[in-house]
């Protein structure tokens, strides 16, 4: 059934923020908008619309729901045991440098895992890791290195001890060494370019909110932006069913290989 009001709503977002909610799943959107709607008492999304173009409280908030960033730190960890055990390794055997981009990457738990493994094979130097997300509130927490002891449980002991400090009772922050082979920067992967030449292209945890057809265009322009041999490592809900077809085969559970 076409619903006009939330249709209209998807527009005028679009030429507002540039964000294209029609190329997320539209149910899973649409409930959780609709929800945030009406708790803020507004009966339609025009009305809903009109109060976020004059109050940029209820456009940040917005635009916090519609991204949910939930990370962790080695989340799924038998899948990073094959990062660091297997394909880290691999491409640091070259000797030069590696080019690592953390797509979506929240508030940095996935670069931060990747820069710890990079320096303890003793490779920061030669790793440059490029992370980037849409929103630029977790961006700048991802920046800060600031995590709650929460966060922070599924890091390896001997890992915490070595890149982390204590900032207060609940916090830990990450040493500030290991900002240095990160650049943070904010990018829409449904609308911006992208880099080229990465050795490994990390994403994962967002492509299940976009549409089939928007996901289809991704794999694309990961495969274009992956090196011949390059990695992409996907979340665990978000296999690629026919891999071939970007030119990819499958290297172990969860990561994609460009074909060289
Ligand atoms: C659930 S988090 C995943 C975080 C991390 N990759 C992980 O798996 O732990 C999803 C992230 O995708 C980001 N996101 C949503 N739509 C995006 C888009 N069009 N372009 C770039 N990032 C997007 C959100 O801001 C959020 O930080």
Not at 176 to 205: E, T
């Amino acid at each position: 059934m076409v619903d006009m009001d939330f249709d209209l709503f998807v527009k005028r977002m679009k030429a507002k923020t540039d964000i294209d909610l029609s190329q997320y799943k539209e149910a899973q959107m649409k409930r959780r908008l609709t929800t945030l709607r009406q708790k803020n008492g507004f009966h339609t999304f025009a009305s809903y619309f009109d109060a976020i173009e004059l109050d940029s409280k209820l456009l940040n908030e917005f635009l916090d729901r519609m991204t949910i960033n939930v990370s962790e730190f080695w989340r799924n960890p038998g899948r990073w045991e094959a990062m660091e055990k297997k394909f880290i390794p691999e491409m640091l055997k070259s000797g030069g440098r590696i080019k690592i981009w953390s797509a979506a990457c929240s508030t940095g738990e996935e670069p931060y895992t990747l820069a710890m493994i990079a320096a303890e094979m003793g490779a920061q130097d030669r790793t440059a890791i490029l992370a980037t997300d849409l929103d630029a509130i977790v961006l700048q927490k991802a920046s800060q290195g600031v995590y709650h002891e929460r966060s922070v449980r599924d890091v390896p002991r001997s890992y915490l001890q070595k890149y982390f400090s204590k900032q207060d009772q609940d916090h830990y922050v990450i040493n500030s060494q290991l900002n240095k082979s990160i650049v943070f920067k904010q990018q829409n992967l449904l609308h911006d370019s992208f880099d080229s030449g990465f050795d490994i292209i990390v994403c994962r945890n967002v492509m299940i909110y976009f549409t089939e057809e928007a996901k289809h265009l991704l794999y694309q322009k990961f495969a274009n932006a992956l090196r011949p041999g390059g990695l992409l490592f996907v979340g665990s809900t978000e296999q690629i069913f026919t891999p071939s077809q970007y030119d990819f085969e499958s290297a172990e559970t969860f990561f994609y290989r460009k074909r060289s």
